[in-house]
């Protein structure tokens, strides 16, 4: 059985998005006619998770209720009295917590199709105080292939996979980890090296969709994506 509790990041202000953010928050950006942190909400919802806090702006709660209600579960908007960082808004998020379990934690602003019921498998099977979802990196640059002798022997367009893996965003917390969190602050340079340090952070490999949005074409993107995609939920 899945978390029934889970932490969304949904302070980001879009700057980047400009013009194309018409004014809204970053989660809040509508990716074919819904709020993009909608469809995660979906996802989550199809997970089981049955309750959703939203570490969100101070004065944007209200919006976020009004936005993200009838999707069928708790939304509880929580609003920082000032920028926390991502780790010091999870922290603060997890006072509203009603269970003391795990729970899953992500940020607001990006498309996944990782697999929630397999991702907690996983996170109970390692044993972990924490696990991050992890995604391989690929070049965004074709390859020109050399000889030996310094020559070129060929060019490749497809992007490579490359060996190295990246942070997707998406984690399940223990209580454990949660108290360890900062009050403010990035939980990637403190409470997640810390973890790694002593063998408690697993990672769980994503090879399916990412998509951030953070760019006007970003944005283009998933839209396409997700109008093209009508099952990707699924």
Known sequence: MTPREAIILAGGKAERLGEAAKGKPKP??????????????????????????????AGRGAEFASAL?????EIVPVE?????GRGGGIRFAAKELKERGAVFAMNGDELLDV??????AAHVASGAAATVTVAPLVSPFGLV???DDG??????????????????????????????FPERGDHERT??????????????????????????????????????HPDWLE
């Open 191 to 228: 409470t997640f090296p810390e973890l790694a340090r002593e063998g408690r952070l697993f990672a769980f490999r994503h090879d399916g969709i990412w998509l951030t949005v953070n760019t006007p074409k970003q944005l283009q993107a998933a839209d396409a994506y997700v109008a093209t």
């Open 28 to 57: 809040l950006v509508e990716i074919c006619g819904r709020p993009l942190v909608a469809h995660q909400i979906a996802r989550l919802g199809a997970a089981g998770v049955e309750r959703v806090i939203l570490a969100c702006a």
């Open 80 to 84: 920082e009295p000032e920028p926390l």
């Open 151 to 180: 020559f070129v022997s060929g060019f490749s367009e497809e992007a490579p996979r490359l060996p190295h893996w990246v942070n997707v965003g998406l984690y399940v917390l223990e209580p454990e980890a949660l108290e360890r």
């Open 145 to 147: 292939e050399l000889r």
């Open 115 to 120: 697999d929630l019921g397999r991702l907690y």
């Open 69 to 73: 209600g009838g999707l069928g579960l």
